[in-house]
C-alpha cells in the first residue's frame, strides 16, 4: 500500500511513481490550508482485462446442431463463432480464429466434443469437457471444397462430402484422413453423363451401417456398400436436391427438391419413387402436375411408435404468395399444419427421445434457428404451441440504441423490477419446461445485484438482471406510449427531424436508489418517470415545451431581436416558469412561413392508462425555431433529491423543476458563460488560436494565463467588469453572431443528418468510420460538423453538493456543467426547504462565475471527499406515491430536507473535496473550494477517449477511460496514477462507442454485434474466479440402450447390421491418404485444458485426490479380482489336462 501526500507534491517535490513526469504541481494553497494525507490501496496487480460472457441471439447464424443425450444446443454464425445453450444459465460462446463461416456441426453424441465445418474447407475438434471449450485438432482440406459433413452415432469416422463430389474419411481420433474415398465418378458410373455436382447429403442405413446414402445437387442419389465399394442402387431425379432423410426402418427414404416437391423411394425400387408430394402446391384437373413452388430447403422424416410418422419441412411455399412470411410445415398423418415464422429459417432439428436412428424416433420438438430468433415448437401439444425461450435472446427485438450498466445496486431493486415484469408476460406458450436442459450451473462467486438498462430504436426501455454472469429480462417500458402514433405520413409533418425511429432512445439517466428514470429520445423530447407498484390513470399528460435556441442577431439591429420567450437572465433569482401545458401547442409559423414553436411528437389528448412499473410524470419537448428542427439532446440529468432535471444540446442547456413543473433555466451555452466568456478574440480556427487549456481562467483581467496559476472569477476575489469591457465584449458577441449566421443556415441540414448518424444504430451507417473528418473533429453522441466555436455543445452534467466558489466556506447544491469545448461551469441551486414548501417556493438558479478548463470534450465528473471516497449525488429513497400519506409521514416530510442524504453535507467546514473531471484527452483532480489543480494526466495525445467512469473496485476507486485505439486504461484516484493500460479493440464501428460502458467491482460491456452484448471485467479478483463461475457443458450421462432387436430378427438377421469400420478405413486395409489432399494442425486445446484444470485449485485438487483414491481402490479390487481368475484359471487348466489323460487311450464307443 502506497501513501501519496499532497503536501509533498505542493513543497515541490516529486514522487517516483509512474504518472509523476505528468502531473503537475498546483499553485501554492493559501497560509494555514492543510490538505490530508490520502491513502491509495489499488496497485496494478489488482487490474487484469478478460472476456466473462456474451449475451443474445447469435449474430448471422448459418449452422444448428443438438447432442440428444446431452441435451446441448450448438450454433454457428457467419463469422465464425459458436454459441452454446444447455438449461437456463448455462451458455458459453467460442470463436475461430479464421473467422470463416460455419457451414456445419456435428455433436460427437455423448462424448462431450463438436465437430465444426467452415467455408474455409477447415474442420475443427472442440473439446467441450472443459469450461471454456477449445480446439483439440484442425484439417484444413487443400485440393476440395467441404460441402457436406456426416458423423454416424458412436462412430469415429466421420464422411466428409466435398464439391467435386467425393467423399473422403476422417478418423475423428486422430483427426487424419484415411486412405478409403468414394470418388464421384465410380459412385454414377454410367447413370450420368454429366458430372452429379457437390455432395449435398450423406447418411448410413439406420438398419445396415455398411449402406451409405449419398445425394448430389444435381439429383442423383446413391446407395454405396462401403466393403464391396461400388453402387448398390442409383436413383435419379430431374429436379436438384436440397436435402434426404431415412425412415427409421431403412426400408425408404425421402428427398426434398428445388420445385417444392418431396419424393419418397424405396430402397430396392430405383426405377421411380413411391410417391411424389408438393406440399403447398395446387392440385390442377386433369390429373396435371402441379405448379411449381419455391424450393424445400430440408425435411426430416420421423417416426412414432402410436401413430403415423411427421414429415417436417421448410420453404416450399408457392410462387403466389407473396410477402407472405417464411414458414415451417409439419406434416403429420392427414393434417398439415402451416407454421409462420418472423424471420426467415436458417435451419432446423426436431428432438427424439432417441439417440439411435434404427429405433422409433417419437419427436417432441422443433428447434427452429431463424435469422434473428430461436423457437421451439412442441410437437406433442394440439396447435404445436412455442415453449417460452429462457434465453436472453430478444436484446436486439428492436436496435439497441444505448446501454448503461449498474453493479451492486440496491438489494430490493431486483426483486421489484421482476414483479412488474412478470405481468407483462405472454400467454399460450406450452405448459411443458425447456427441454434443452443440459450441463450444469457455475458456482457463483459474486453477491452483488447487477443490472444492465437498453434503450432500443422503438422507443423501449429494458431491464436485465445481470447478475452472476447471467441474463434475464426483469421489465420492458414503452416511452412511445405517451405520444399518438401515425397512421400515414401526411400525419407526420414534425418528425422529419429523423427520417425513421422518432421515438429511439438516444440517453438514459438513473437513480438506482430514488428508482427515478430519466430518458433522452432522438426526437428531442425527455421524459421523466416514476416507479410504481400501483396501477394509475392519468387523464391530462403533463407536458412543457422548451425554446432552445443557439441565437444568432444581426448587428445592424441587435435591439428589433426578441429573446427566446423561455430563457432566464443568468445569475437571475426569479427564473420564469410555464405552467404545463396539457397538449402540444398549435403549429404556428413566422412571418416567412417557417415552422415555429412546434414539437416534433405529438402528446396524447386521451387518459393515459399506466400499469405498476415506471410511470410517466412529465414529457418535455424542444420546439422548432425560426423553420429549424430543434436539436439533439447530447447531455441529460435527474436528481430525485432536488426534484430536477437538466438537459443540454449544441443550443444550450434547459433546467426543469418536475416537481412543480416548471423551466427553471434556459439557455444558450454562450450565455452560460455571461461576462466570463474565454472567447474575447478575433475570430480565427479554434484548433490555431485555442489557448492553453487545463486549470483555470481568470477572464476579468482580460487575459490567458498559464495553467500552472489560475485563478476563478468570484465575487470575492475578481474585480467586476467595466462598462467598456462589456461594451467590448457585447460587439464582438455580436459580430461572431452575424458571421455565423449564414453559416449556421447553411448547415443547420447537415447537423440533423450527422448527429442522426452518430447516435443512431441501423446497424451503422455503413459509411461512417473511424476516419470520417467529421468524426474526428466532435465526438459527443450529437455531433455536429459546425467549427467548434460556432456551436459548443453541453457533453455532461453533474448533480452534487460541493463548494461553488472559492470563497465558499460550506458545501451547497449546485449543478457542474461540461461542454464539448472543455469547458467546465457551475451552476448553483438555491432549493427551498423540503415537504409542502418544495412544492409552493420557487428553486433558485445561477451561474456562479466558476470556470474550469481542460483539453478535449468533457466526458464524466464526479466527487471525492477528504478521504478519497466517492462522494455519490443526493437522493431521495424511493416511496410509493400513488398512495396516501398518514398524517406522521407529512409532518416527517415537512421537516426534513431532501439534500441532507448526501454524506457531504455532514462534513465539517473545515474539509475539503476533490472534483475529478474526465476529458477526451485528458483527466485532472481539482482542489476544492481553492480550485488549485492537484493532479492531472493526459490520457492520449493521438487518440481520444470515448467512455470514462468513475467506479469502485476493491474498496477503493478509480477513473476507467476505454480509447478509439482500442486501449482500456484505469487511473488511482485522486493521484491519476496509470494501473492499467491494455489494448483490447479498435473502434470499428460506433455502436461500439455507443454502448460501452464501465461500472463497480470492475465489470464493462459493449454491444459487439446488433444482437449481442459482450460483458468483461478490468478486475484480477474476477478473472481469478472466472473458472469457478462459469457453467459446465458437459456432465457424465448414461448413453441408452440400444434398441431391442427381438428374437426373430436377431435369429433371421432382420434387424440392424453393425459394420467394423477400423478393418475398413485404418491404415491396413485403405492405406494413407494423399499427404497433399489435408494438412493436420494440431489444436490449443490441450494446453486450455490443463490451464481449465489448473484454475479453483483447492477444489480440483481435492477432487483429483479423491478421483485417485476412488481410482486405487478398484485397482485394489481388480489385482484381487484378477489373482482369484488366475488361481481358477490353473484349476481348470489342471482338470482339464486330468480328464485329458483320463481318456486319451478310450474309443469313442466307449464313451
Known sequence: MRKFNIRKVLDGLTAGSSSASQQQPPPQHPPGSREPEIQETLQSEHFQLCKTVRHGFPYQPSALAFDPVQKILAVGTQTGALRLFGRPGVECYCQHDSGAAVIQLQFLINEGALVSALADDTLHLWNLRQKRPAILHSLKFCRERVTFCHLPFQSKWLYVGTERGNIHIVNVESFTLSGYVIMWNKAIELSSKSHPGPVVHISDNPMDEGKLLIGFESGTVVLWDLKSKKADYRYTYDEAIHSVAWHHEGKQFICSHSDGTLTIWSVRSPAKPMQTITPHGKQLKDGKKPEPCKPILKVEFKTTRSGEPFIILSGGLSYDTVGRRPCLTVMHGKSTAVLEMDYSIV???????????????????????????????????????????????????????????????????????????????????????????????????????????????????????????????????????????????????????????????????????????????????????????????????????????????????????????????????????????????????????????????????????????????????????????????????????????VFGNCNGIAMVDYFQKTVLLNLGTIELYGSNDPYRREPRSPRKSRQPSGGLCDISEGSVVPEDRCKSPTSGSSSPLNSDDEQKMNNFIEKVKTKSRNFSKMVASDIAKMSRKLSLPTDLKPDLDVKDNSFSRSRSSSVTSIDKESREAISALHFCETFTRKADSSPSPCLWVGTTLGTVLVIALNLPPGGEQRLLQPV????????????????????????????????????????????????????????????????????????????????????????????????????????????????????????????????????????????????????????????????????????????????????????????????????????????????????????????????????????????????????????????????????????????????????????????????????????????????????
Open 347 to 645: 435451419d432446423f432439428l426436431t428432438l427424439c427421445e432417441t439417440p439411435y436412428p434404427n429405433d422409433f424416433q417419437e419427436p417432441y420438438a422443433v428447434v427452429v434457428l431463424l435469422e434473428k430468433d430461436l423457437v421451439l415448437i412442441d410437437l406433442a401439444q394440439n396447435g404445436y404451441p412455442i415453449f417460452e425461450n429462457p434465453y436472453p435472446l430478444t436484446i436486439h427485438e428492436s436496435p439497441v440504441t444505448c446501454c448503461e450498466y449498474f453493479a451492486d445496486c440496491p438489494v430490493d431493486l431486483i426483486p421489484a423490477l421482476y414483479s412488474v415484469g412478470a405481468r407483462q408476460k405472454r400467454q399460450g406458450y406450452s405448459k411443458k419446461e425447456w427441454p434443452i436442459n443440459g450441463g450444469n450451473w457455475g458456482l457463483g462467486a459474486q453477491s452483488y445485484p447487477e443490472i444492465i438498462i437498453t434503450g432500443h430504436a422503438d422507443g423501449s426501455v429494458k431491464f436485465w438482471d445481470a447478475s452472476a454472469i447471467t441474463l434475464q429480462v426483469l421489465y420492458k417500458l414503452k416511452t412511445s406510449k405517451v405520444f399518438e402514433k401515425s397512421r400515414n405520413k401526411e400525419d407526420r409533418p414534425n418528425t422529419d427531424i429523423v427520417d425513421e425511429d422518432p421515438y429511439a432512445i438516444q440517453i438514459i439517466s438513473w437513480c438506482p436508489e430514488s428508482r427515478m428514470l430519466c430518458i433522452a429520445g432522438v426526437s428531442a423530447h425527455v421524459i421523466i418517470y416514476r416507479f410504481s407498484k400501483q396501477e394509475v390513470v392519468t387523464e391530462v399528460i403533463p407536458m412543457l415545451e422548451v425554446r432552445l435556441l443557439y441565437e444568432i442577431n444581426d448587428v445592424e439591429s441587435p435591439e428589433s431581436e426578441q429573446p427566446p420567450p423561455l430563457s432566464t437572465p443568468v445569475g437571475g433569482s426569479n427564473p420564469q416558469t410555464i405552467p404545463p401545458q396539457s397538449h402540444p401547442s398549435t403549429s404556428s409559423s413566422s412571418s416567412d412561413g417557417l415552422r415555429d414553436n412546434v414539437p416534433c411528437l405529438k402528446v396524447k389528448s386521451s387518459p393515459l392508462k399506466q400499469s405498476p412499473g415506471y410511470q410517466m410524470e412529465l414529457v418535455i419537448q424542444l420546439v422548432w425555431v425560426g423553420g429549424e428542427p430543434p436539436q439533439q439532446i447530447t447531455s441529460l440529468a435527474v436528481n430525485s433529491s432536488y426534484g430536477l432535471v
Open 844 to 1151: 433558485i438558479v445561477s451561474p456562479s462565475g466558476t470556470i474550469l478548463r481542460l483539453k478535449g470534450a468533457i466526458l464524466r465528473m464526479a466527487f471525492l471527499d477528504t478521504t478519497g471516497c466517492l462522494i455519490p449525488p443526493a437522493y431521495e429513497p424511493w416511496k410509493e406515491h400513488n398512495v396516501p400519506e398518514e398524517k406522521d409521514d407529512k409532518e416527517k416530510l415537512k421537516r426534513r430536507r431532501p439534500v441532507s442524504v448526501s454524506p457531504s453535507s455532514s462534513q465539517e467546514i473545515s474539509e475539503n473535496q476533490y472534483a475529478v473531471i474526465c476529458s477526451e484527452k485528458q483527466a485532472k483532480v481539482i482542489s476544492l473550494p481553492t480550485q488549485n489543480c492537484a493532479y492531472k494526466q493526459n490520457i492520449t495525445e493521438t487518440s481520444f477517449v470515448l467512455r470514462g467512469d468513475i467506479v469502485a473496485l476493491s474498496n477503493s476507486i478509480c477513473l476507467a477511460c476505454f480509447c478509439a485505439n482500442g486501449h482500456i486504461m484505469t487511473f488511482s484516484l485522486p493521484s491519476l496514477r496509470p494501473l492499467l493500460d491494455v489494448y483490447y479493440l479498435p473502434l470499428t464501428n460506433m455502436r461500439i462507442a455507443r454502448t460501452f460502458c464501465f461500472t463497480n467491482n470492475g465489470q464493462a460491456l459493449y454491444l459487439v454485434s446488433p444482437t449481442e452484448i459482450q460483458r468483461l471485467t478490468y478486475s484480477q479478483e474476477t478473472c481469478e474466479n472466472l473458472q469457478e463461475m462459469l457453467g459446465e457443458l458437459f456432465t457424465p450421462v448414461e448413453t441408452p440402450e440400444a434398441p431391442n432387436r427381438g428374437f426373430f430378427k436377431g435369429l433371421f438377421g432382420g434387424g440392424a447390421q453393425s459394420l467394423d469400420r477400423e478393418e475398413l478405413f485404418g491404415e491396413s486395409s485403405s492405406g494413407k491418404a494423399s499427404r497433399s489432399l489435408a494438412q493436420h494442425i494440431p489444436g490449443p486445446g490441450g494446453i486450455e485444458g490443463v490451464k481449465g484444470a489448473a484454475s479453483g485449485v483447492v477444489g480440483e485438487l481435492a477432487r483429483a485426490r479423491l478421483a485417485l483414491d476412488e481410482r486405487g481402490q478398484k485397482l485394489g479390487d481388480l489385482e484381487e479380482r484378477t489373482a482369484a481368475m488366475l488361481s481358477s484359471a490353473d484349476a481348470f487348466s489342471k482338470h482339464a489336462h486330468e480328464m485329458m489323460l483320463k481318456y486319451k487311450d478310450k474309443k469313442w464307443y466307449q464313451f
